[in-house]
């Protein structure tokens, strides 16, 4: 049987925990301060990180997305949770989460539907305020995010937290095990979780009320507008050649396909960072190895319409966020950043979305699922190494789009179980 939460040792630490923040108050807010340098948007609102609100939405239902990926894994749930007549609030971390509400939900903002906000700092008056303003019905929290004072608090306002769309990746889950983190999880209400192994690491961990929804990604609305302009610029960039798109490269992977890159003459190459502040880093990087290249805000206007008719390049810098399914849409295949860095690869669901193969490198821990699974069906291929991935670009497998079509309706569906699990979740 189940201890009880939090456990005395637990409790110690989230003393110990608590009094760290306030202590660190100073450095987080100069942090922010410096960060705002590079994006202003760090530096702004700083109130609503310590629950203070202009007009909040009452009674929403509450979805954390701390950044991009999460934001874009939740908005087909917040789509149908709006088209159910619900109100939603959003909180986000990072710029990228909170711009990209910001643009997929701009009429619903203006409308008053939703409400995109920095989620509080850890302390408990900032989340009880918080809660006290919006008052939500439940909360999700995207993939997984541990935070001891949003569990607390909400636990304590009587506020349902879930994780959603919830996987625990196997590196994190030896490294928690039986550790104050893992514990934490059974301040949870419950889990909707990706498949039955996330099920059953989570069960181990100590969370309970655990439902199996799948990958809400499959469902992500995909904008044909952002199809339609790379349908009208690919063959000018491409000139008819094998086009890659690199989708979300980290620090300490540039090297290594820039290197790629320069190995492989012939091919035309979509080049995306992960994170907006390299933009500026890569392209001089691309310009250090004596590439052919041009950024996306120098070509192409803001309605994605190249302003030059032939440019004469090798790569083309994704120098933008909230357009990946135009970069894709350039490409023949994808290679997915992350996989050549210990932290781990990144979403294979667009290019498989757009039936685009992907290539991803030896590090996939953090999307076991669905890789192992796209691995096994043929449309994902799992380099080990620098010279296995320069073999697939050079000479790559050929997969029908019929092949991708099966796999992705496989595992669709997952935003219309999640919607059937909630109220059963909401009883338990």
Partial sequence: MAGRFPSMKLRFALIGYSLIWWLLLPVILLYLKRRGRKDPLYAQCISERFGKYRNPVRNPVWVHAVSLGEMRSATPLIRALLAEGEKVVTTHFTPAGRREAEREFAREIKTGHLQAIWVPFEYGFAYRRFLS??????????????WPRMIMACRSQG????????????????????????????????GFVKSEGQRERFADAGMTNIHITGELRFDQPIPQAHLDAAAAS????????????????VEGEDALYIAMIRQSPGNFFTY?????????????MLSAAGLRFARRADLFDADLQLTKDQPEIDVLLGDSMGEMYFYLGLSD????????????A??????????????VGPHIW????PATEAIAAGVCLHVQTETELLNAVRHPTQIADAQITEFYADHAGGVGRTLAAIPRALET
């Avoid at 295949?333 to 781990?344: C, D, L, Q």
């Fill in 234 to 249: 690919k063959m000018a960039l491409t000139k008819g050649r094998p086009s890659f798109t690199l989708t979300s490269v």
């Fill in 333 to 344: 295949r994808a290679i997915v950043g992350g996989g050549f860095h210990p932290k781990g």
């Fill in 346 to 359: 990144h979403n294979i669901i667009e290019p498989l979305a757009l039936k685009k193969p992907v290539i």
């Fill in 159 to 190: 506020t349902p937290l879930f994780m959603c769309n919830a996987q625990y990746p196997k590196k994190s889950f030896e490294k928690d095990k039986g550790g104050l983190r893992a514990a934490l999880l059974a301040g949870f209400a419950g």
């Fill in 272 to 284: 995306v960072p992960r994170a907006p502040e390299r933009f500026d880093e890569v392209a001089e």
């Fill in 366 to 369: 953090t999307i076991a699922y």
């Fill in 133 to 146: 303003a919006f008052a939500p019905k439940y909360g999700l929290v995207m993939e997984i995010e541990i």
